[in-house]
Each structure stands twice: as structure tokens, then as C-alpha cells.
């Protein structure tokens, strides 16, 4: 892990501290819920909206001819192995990210529009680490980041948001077969890119890379951009303002 990786972490870590002890203090919700009915229909909204928009920009690249698809095949030992691996990275994430970073900067700023563009900006610059990251990449990451993190403030609870993070990876690399950027970049061990992608098609990359993104994957191209702001939507049209995150206590102080 270099030492990038290592001031990232850092960060995270802080930030996750810093959400508890105010959680212990009765100034936030840590985002769980799970007495409260709806988290079975948070988890599939979340699902479905990013799964629907992901094959929506699956269509558009092989329209356009940047994707070819050179195979069907099921490989179920490929779709276990993402399973596993993307859901239980989708949970860590979103526990650092939003759980940590969000809500730490809502309990700092006592402002949820500010902490929700400062999360989602320190989200997708994290994608520039590594050799294959992209401005572009990141100013998607960036929109991935702010998408997760309406998800939570609209439902006070995130479940909805690592039920979209799991599915755009998920459907992404170990359904769709492209190549998933990020998990490599922080130092995470994490299962080797054969192993969890391409389980049901294998896909040629015509370019260009503004389209594709190359080796980072398809949020590395400029399509994403419409995709992300289609997923936002979505968000918004399936939420509405639930409980709130910030305790009245921590607008007093």
C-alpha cells in the first residue's frame, strides 16, 4: 500500500471515529434502520434503478459500436466470486464513504448539500489514484459518490445506496463483462479481475476510450455521464425526505 493509499484510509478512518462519537453523543443516525419497515424495498429500488441505467449504457456502447460482444456463456464460479466480492465492497465502501465521510462532514457543517458535494468530490478524486485513472473517470466517480449520497439522505438509511453501489459493479464487470475500476487502487486485497468478471458475456473494446474508458470501465467514458444523471433522477423520483440523519441536538449546537 503506498502512501497515497495509506492518507486515504486515513481520512476514511477519521471520518468513520468521528461519525460514531457523535453517534454515542445522540447528534446523528449512523444510516442502519433496520427496525424500521422499508429496507427490503430501499435494497430493491437501489437495484433495480442502477441495473435498468447500467444495461441502458451497455445498449448505447454497442450501438454506437464501441462494444462488441464476442460471447455468451455462464460461468457460475464468475458470478459467485462477484457476488461475494462486490457486495462485501459495496458494504465497506459505503460504510467508510458515506457512513464515514458524509456523515461526519453533516455532523461538522451541520449543511447536508455541502457535505454531500464535498464527500462526492473527495470520492471521485479517490479514483485518480492509479495508473489508469482518469479525469473523466473521476468527475463520473465524483457523480457515483453524489448519487450514493442522496440515495442516504433522501432515505435516512444505507441500504439503498449499497444496493446501487453492488449493482453497478456487480452487473458491470461480473454480468456484463466490462472492467471495473477502483477496489486495486486503495491497496484492498481483493480477488483478481478474472475471477469476477465476464460471467455471462465477453465483450470486445472497439474504442475510443472517451467512449469505453478503456481499462478503467465504462465510467471512464463519457456516456456514464448521462447514466449517472439518469440514476440521480431516479433517485429522486423513488424517495422522498425520510428520517432525518442529524439529531435536532446537533442544530442547537
Not at 437501489?46 to 462494444?67: D, E, K, P, Q
Not at 449520497?149 to 445506496?161: E, F, S
Not at 448521462?226 to 433517485?235: C, H, S
Request: hydrophobic share 55%; charged share 10%.
Amino acid at each position: 500500500m503506498d502512501l497515497i493509499a495509506t492518507a486515504i484510509w486515513a481520512l476514511f478512518l477519521i471520518s468513520v471515529l468521528i461519525t460514531v462519537v457523535a453517534r454515542l453523543r445522540g447528534l446523528v443516525l449512523l444510516g442502519f434502520g433496520v427496525r424500521r419497515p422499508g429496507v427490503g424495498s430501499e435494497l430493491g429500488k437501489g437495484f433495480l434503478i442502477v441495473t435498468v441505467a447500467m444495461l441502458a449504457l451497455f445498449g448505447v456502447l454497442v450501438a454506437m459500436g464501441a462494444t462488441t460482444v464476442t460471447g455468451v456463456a455462464l460461468r457460475a464460479d464468475v458470478i459467485w466470486n462477484g457476488l461475494a466480492a462486490f457486495l462485501s465492497w459495496a458494504v465497506l465502501e459505503e460504510v467508510v464513504s458515506r457512513m464515514g465521510l458524509l456523515l461526519a462532514l453533516l455532523v461538522l457543517t451541520r449543511r447536508p448539500w455541502l457535505a454531500l458535494t464535498v464527500s462526492s468530490l473527495a470520492f471521485g478524486s479517490v479514483h485518480l489514484v492509479g495508473g489508469d485513472g482518469t479525469l473523466l473517470g473521476a468527475v463520473s466517480s465524483t457523480l457515483g459518490g453524489f448519487m450514493y449520497g442522496l440515495a442516504l439522505l433522501r432515505t435516512g438509511r444505507l441500504w439503498m445506496p449499497i444496493a446501487m453501489h453492488f449493482a453497478w459493479n456487480f452487473v458491470q464487470g461480473s454480468i456484463l463483462g466490462y472492467p471495473v475500476s477502483g477496489e486495486h487502487r486503495l491497496g484492498v486485497p481483493f480477488l483478481a479481475e478474472h475471477d469476477v468478471v465476464g460471467g455471462l458475456l465477453t465483450l470486445h473494446d472497439n474504442g475510443p476510450s472517451l467512449i469505453t474508458g478503456g481499462s478503467y470501465g465504462p465510467e471512464g467514458g463519457w456516456p456514464s455521464l448521462l447514466v449517472r444523471a439518469l440514476i440521480i433522477l431516479g433517485v429522486l423520483a423513488t424517495t422522498h425526505s425520510g428520517r432525518p440523519l442529524l439529531h435536532p441536538a446537533a442544530e442547537r449546537e
